[in-house]
Structures are given as C-alpha cells and as structure tokens.
C-alpha cells in the first residue's frame, strides 16, 4: 500500500496488542475447518500449518482442537463413502485408489489399512 515504514510497524504492533493477528488462534480456527468441512487428517493439517511457518507449539494446539471422536467418526464415514463409491472391479486397483485417496487427506496408515481390512471383510464397525 506503499505506506512509510513506521506506520507500517505503529499498524502491526496495534494488530498484535489488540490481538488481531493471533498465530496461535488462526493455526486453532485452521484444523477445525479443514477437519469438518473438507476432511483432512492430522498428517495433512500439520503439513499446511508447517507451510504456513507456524510454530509447533501452535501446531500441537491446533490438532487439539479436533476430538478423539470426531476424528473416528469422520475417518470411518469417509471411508467407508470413499469405499462404496469406487466402481472399479479390479481389487487391486479398488485399493490403491482408496489408499491414495485417504493418504491425500492426510490420514495416518495404520488407520487406513486397518479400515481396508474391515471393508475388504465386509465388516463395518461401528466406532
């Protein structure tokens, strides 16, 4: 905005004594809404937030911010519509695509292999 300087430093250090630029708020409010509203996982909130050059401390609150169950509940729900959606005949193709789908999320592995297994058995637990 081709400001001067110091008014640039007088407008960032009111922003931040008035907590308007707030890393650890913004890193909190970040998992939260790409958890709900476009599924990622841990993996792929940490990678963001670290590209972002926001602190692991801050990092470590924000996945926080997404409870135990939640995160289940969206895993299994994702998985299983991922699952079901794949029209593919071939297994082995059917499961490489539903891997890398889940991988791209950010999804730990185990996690994935683990609900592969279940769907592969035609068992759908209830988490």
Same mark, same amino acid.
């Given at each position: 905005m081709n400001m001067i300087p110091q008014a #640039? @430093? =007088?407008?960032?250090?009111? =922003? #931040?004594t008035h907590n308007f630029l707030? +890393? +650890? $708020?913004?890193? $909190? *409010?970040?998992a939260r809404g790409k958890h709900r509203f476009k599924k990622w996982?841990?993996?792929?909130? +940490? *990678?963001e937030l670290k590209s972002r050059h926001i602190s692991s401390y801050n990092i470590t609150k924000a996945l926080q911010e997404i409870p135990k169950e939640?995160?289940?509940t969206t895993f299994h729900e994702l998985a299983e519509k991922h699952w079901e959606s794949i029209k593919i005949q071939n =297994?082995?193709?059917?499961r490489k695509k539903?891997? @890398?789908f889940l991988l791209r999320k950010g999804y +730990?592995? *185990?996690l994935i292999f683990e609900k592969l297994n279940d769907l592969e058995k035609g068992i759908t637990s209830e988490w």
């Amino acid at each position: 905005m081709n400001m001067i300087p110091q008014a #640039i @430093d =007088l407008i960032v250090v009111h =922003l #931040i004594t008035h907590n308007f630029l707030n +890393e +650890e $708020r913004f890193a $909190r *409010s970040f998992a939260r809404g790409k958890h709900r509203f476009k599924k990622w996982g841990r993996f792929r909130i +940490e *990678s963001e937030l670290k590209s972002r050059h926001i602190s692991s401390y801050n990092i470590t609150k924000a996945l926080q911010e997404i409870p135990k169950e939640v995160y289940w509940t969206t895993f299994h729900e994702l998985a299983e519509k991922h699952w079901e959606s794949i029209k593919i005949q071939n =297994l082995q193709q059917k499961r490489k695509k539903f891997c @890398d789908f889940l991988l791209r999320k950010g999804y +730990e592995t *185990s996690l994935i292999f683990e609900k592969l297994n279940d769907l592969e058995k035609g068992i759908t637990s209830e988490w």
